[in-house]
T-cell receptor, first 111, second 116 residues
Framework: ELKVEQNPLFLSMQEGKNYTIYCNYSTTSDRLYWYRQDPGKSLESLFVLLSNGAVKQEGRLMASLDTKARLSTLHITAAVHDLSATYFCAVEAGTASKLTFGTGTRLQVTL | DVKVTQSSRYLVKRTGEKVFLECVQDMDHENMFWYRQDPGLGLRLIYFSYDVKMKEKGDIPEGYSVSREKKERFSLILESASTNQTSMYLC???????????????FGDGTRLSIL
C-alpha cells in the first residue's frame, strides 16, 4: 500500500524567509503532483513532476523530484503573505491514474 | 479552462437519509474521482471511474456507492447517511495515463456535507 508522508504538518514563517516542505512516499512512482488549497476553496494544481530529477519553478516556489530517494521537495524562496495556504503532495502509482495524497502542510506566512 | 462542477457547496442531511452528490465535468475526461477531506487526514479516495458504467473502489468505499451513466457526470451516493460521513467531499477528473499524462487531476469546489 502506497503511503505518502509530508512534513512539517504546520509551518509558520516570516516574510522574506526560505523554507522547504518534504514529501516522502513508500513505493516506486514516476509521477508526483503538488497542489495548493486556500481555506474554503478547492485544490489548485501547482506542479506536475514526471521523472527523476525533474525540477519545476513558478515564482517563489520550486519543486523537485528524486525518484530513487522517493522524495519530493517544495522550496519556498523569500516567502510572502500570499503564499499562506495548505500544500499537498500527491503520488500517482500504477496505471490507474489514482492519486494518494499526503496529509498536507499548512503554511502561514507572517508579516 | 477545465470546469468541474459539484451540485452543492453546503448540504445538511439527517442520519439514515439517502444522499446524492453530483459532479459534472466539461473536458471529456475519461477518469473521475470522489474524495473526502478531513482535518489531519488529507484527501482519501472513495471511488473512481475510468469509463462510463465502470467503477473501482478506492481506499474508503464503505458506506458509499457511485454511478456513472454518462461520461461527464459522476454521482456519489450515501445509501444511509451516518454522522461519521460528515466531511468535505471533492470531485476530480482527469485524462488517463498516456497521451495526456502531464495533466493533473482537476478538482471541483467541494461539497461540505453535515449529517445530523
Amino acid at each position: 500500500e502506497l503511503k505518502v508522508e509530508q512534513n512539517p504538518l504546520f509551518l509558520s514563517m516570516q516574510e522574506g524567509k526560505n523554507y522547504t516542505i518534504y514529501c516522502n512516499y513508500s513505493t516506486t512512482s514516476d509521477r508526483l503532483y503538488w497542489y495548493r488549497q486556500d481555506p474554503g476553496k478547492s485544490l489548485e494544481s501547482l506542479f506536475v513532476l514526471l521523472s527523476n530529477g525533474a525540477v519545476k519553478q513558478e515564482g517563489r516556489l520550486m519543486a523537485s523530484l528524486d525518484t530513487k530517494a522517493r522524495l519530493s521537495t517544495l522550496h519556498i524562496t523569500a516567502a510572502v503573505h500570499d503564499l499562506s495556504a495548505t500544500y499537498f503532495c500527491a503520488v500517482e502509482a500504477g496505471t490507474a491514474s489514482k492519486l494518494t495524497f499526503g496529509t498536507g502542510t499548512r503554511l502561514q506566512v507572517t508579516l | 479552462d477545465v470546469k468541474v462542477t459539484q451540485s452543492s457547496r453546503y448540504l445538511v442531511k439527517r442520519t439514515g437519509e439517502k444522499v446524492f452528490l453530483e459532479c459534472v465535468q466539461d473536458m471529456d475526461h475519461e477518469n473521475m474521482f470522489w474524495y473526502r477531506q478531513d482535518p489531519g487526514l488529507g484527501l482519501r479516495l472513495i471511488y473512481f471511474s475510468y469509463d462510463v458504467k465502470m467503477k473501482e473502489k478506492g481506499d474508503i468505499p464503505e458506506g458509499y456507492s457511485v454511478s456513472r451513466e454518462k461520461k461527464e457526470r459522476f454521482s456519489l451516493i450515501l445509501e444511509s447517511a451516518s454522522t461519521n460521513q460528515t466531511s468535505m467531499y471533492l470531485c476530480a477528473s482527469s485524462f488517463p495515463i498516456g497521451g495526456h499524462s502531464n495533466q493533473p487531476q482537476h478538482f471541483g469546489d467541494g461539497t461540505r456535507l453535515s449529517i445530523l
